[in-house]
């Protein structure tokens, strides 16, 4: 097996939970709730959290055309539902050498260092887009990291249905959506039976193929003035993410994740980034064949 299939079917297997069957002793099978009850619990949580300040590490091994680059830094992170994402990695004297950015209109993925690049696109032409042109599509970032939810009309497209994972003890609520000719499979989250939070994210193209794997941990409160800290909602901290068509990893964890820091999140810290926001390259994946052009001189 060559060297990224064996690399892609490991992440495979360590992502989805696929490994030797448990015995019976080592599996949950006590009482379980229904899907109404699992859910109601979930948005508990998540309505408490319309926003997420925090910074972090950050690292990644991003893939683009083949060849690997290494980045990491110091992370900010700033969330503001529905839409509006922004991940920054600086180290040292380099300054920013990963940006990653999402408003209701634009989306965009810069990386510094040797590719010095920004790609960009709309969401209104997401669905469009070649996820290969781009090594870590923001629109599925945002699946991940978006604090959103569920809607409580489970007839209502895209529509969750929940299985029961005995062996990693947790719900599964996988979401469809309709096509022309068929039902398509979008996303499927994992939820931990005791605390509901999110413990797993797969993501799939129209066809069922996965295009995002994401571990989620170390999930921590986020104090949310005038409630008792022990109704503060809670996030992961911890974020492992696989792009199997680029064959691109993620990985970074949150120091102290708090609903706001100051005026932090605003409308500015969403701002897309006008000329590259200095790189060298500024790719637009709406463009039918997708094409480098030069940065605007200063």
Known sequence: MHSRGAAVLIALVALTGCHTPVTKSRMYLGPTEPMVEVVQAINANTTQLP???SRGYFEANV??????HFVNGDLLLLYRRPDDLRIVAKKDIAGTIFEIGSNPERYWLRIGVDIDT????????????????????????LEVLGVSSIDTNFRQPPAP???????ADAYMLLW????????????????????KLPIKVLLYDANGRVVLLADLSAHKPVEVEGVPPERWPKVATRYKLYFPDSDTSVTFELDRPMLKNGAAPNDRSFAFPEEGGGANQIISVDEPAPHAQPASPR
């Open 118 to 141: 920004m790609w960009w696109g709309t969401h209104a032409n997401a669905a469009n887009v070649d996820p290969r042109t781009i090594p870590i599509p923001p629109a599925l970032m």
């Open 63 to 68: 893939v683009d055309r083949g060849k690997s």
């Open 51 to 53: 926003s997420i300040w």
């Open 176 to 195: 469809s959506v309709p096509l022309p000719d068929r039902w398509v499979a979008q996303r499927d989250v994992w939820f931990d039976r005791q605390t």
């Open 161 to 167: 249905v929940m299985r029961f994972n005995n062996d």
